[in-house]
């Protein structure tokens, strides 16, 4: 969803498969192998033991703000995976990448070689961190490259583009997962608990909202984007309803908001508000803004609220309930997101966020630019 503008330098359809490279493995196995049953149990389990102990390696695809602000210096921290490469349409920010992370140059691919990735057994899994445009098929090259995926939200600009990326992976036999960093925060970690178990009673009513008020380059391009800040941070909106609640939406009414800028926001909403109706007669208002701070993810019960504010930041979440204050470590998101999907590979256990999982907010998200458009009620089937 992050990247630089350095990819306009090459062309989507080009495919130069101009890298070919393997890496040899050295093995610590003895030259003559020991004889009988008990040997043969023996060098399986040290070679089980080896493969929950190896870090897996995960290639960066771009490297713009996200990549280099997030999540580089979090797969510093990673325990089960580490940054082994890194494919960018700048060449400029190669050396840099090199040095600072010691990343050979067998590791580093542009758009056009991106293919060749098929023949790197450094690198076990692919992030997509590209504008929203790109994501299906990167996440379907990289797929058929034979690697594991993480691609950035939202997972593409079409439920059909969300199928084919799942699809690929399937057919691989690679797994997929979506950047849902907040999944693994303790603040809205919490949120899920509170929805599940309430402690203070049915859910009611929730209210979420997030925005952001200096926005600029492929954002406010509706081709790369898919949207405007529905798609880039209302997102956060749709997941919070959704995880807190731990239902879906039955349907949907939305309202644009005036534009303050209509040059600037040409291709794209200012802004929105919308109401997600949820089963039991729970109602979620929502609004996302490019013009606009906000970043608040409340729900209030029969008995109590719980509420989050700032909700969805990098850092610095904040929560209180009616019953007091939340008292939570802060953590390395995107680290605790990559550790566990590189577990999920190592153990052969599904992500806990999954293609499918976004598939449905690409869904949803659909269904409120309809509202938006219509100014109807739209029923999310």
């Known amino acids: 969803m992050k990247q630089e503008t350095g990819w306009y330098a090459y062309t989507?359809?080009?495919f130069l498969h101009q890298l070919s490279l393997a890496t040899l493995a050295v093995s610590g196995a003895p030259l003559i192998p020991a004889c009988g049953p008990a040997s043969n149990e023996k060098r399986e389990e040290k070679s089980t033991e080896q493969q929950a102990q190896k870090k897996l390696g995960i290639a960066l695809v771009g490297l713009g703000n996200y990549s280099e602000g997030q999540l580089a210096p979090a797969l510093q921290e990673t325990q089960h995976c580490y940054l082994a490469g890194i494919v960018t349409g700048t060449p400029d920010k190669i050396p840099k990448w090199k040095s600072k992370y010691n990343i050979p140059d067998k590791n580093v691919y542009n758009y056009q070689n991106f293919d060749n990735i098929k023949?790197?057994?450094d690198i076990d899994i692919v992030y997509v961190v590209l504008p929203n445009a790109l994501h299906a098929e990167y996440v379907v090259r990289a797929a058929r490259a034979g690697k594991h995926v993480i691609c950035e939200k939202p997972m593409a600009?079409?439920?059909e583009e969300c199928d084919q990326m799942i699809a690929a992976c399937k057919e691989a036999g690679r797994m997929l997962s979506i950047g849902y960093r907040l999944h693994f925060e303790p603040h809205n970690k919490e949120m899920m608990r509170i929805g599940k178990e309430k402690p203070f009673g049915e859910l009611k009513?929730?209210?979420?909202e997030d925005g952001m008020g200096d926005v600029k380059g492929w954002r406010l391009d509706k081709s790369l984007a898919g949207g405007g800040p529905l798609m880039d941070v209302g997102i956060y909106c749709v997941q919070g309803c959704r995880y807190t609640t731990g239902m879906e939406p039955i349907a949907v009414t939305a309202k644009e908001a005036q534009k303050t800028d209509p040059v600037k926001f040409k291709s794209v909403?200012?802004?929105?508000?919308w109401v997600l109706e949820f089963p039991n007669d729970i109602k979620a208002g929502c609004a996302t803004s490019y013009s606009k701070e906000m970043n608040t993810l409340r729900a209030e019960a029969a008995n109590g609220w719980?509420?989050?504010?700032p909700a969805y930041g990098y850092s610095g979440i904040k929560g209180k309930t009616s019953a007091g204050d939340m008292n939570f470590p802060e953590v390395n998101q995107q680290a605790l997101q990559m550790d566990d999907f590189a577990q999920?590979?190592?153990e052969g256990r599904p992500t806990p966020v999954p293609g499918e999982m976004g598939r449905q907010d690409v869904k949803i998200l659909q269904a409120i630019y309809q509202a938006m458009q219509s100014g109807k009620r739209v029923e999310i089937t």
Do not use: H, Q
């Open 12 to 14: 989507r359809r080009k």
């Open 119 to 121: 023949d790197n057994p």
């Open 157 to 159: 600009i079409t439920v």
């Open 205 to 208: 009513k929730l209210t979420a």
């Open 269 to 273: 909403e200012e802004g929105l508000t």
């Open 306 to 309: 719980a509420e989050l504010s």
């Open 344 to 346: 999920a590979i190592k």
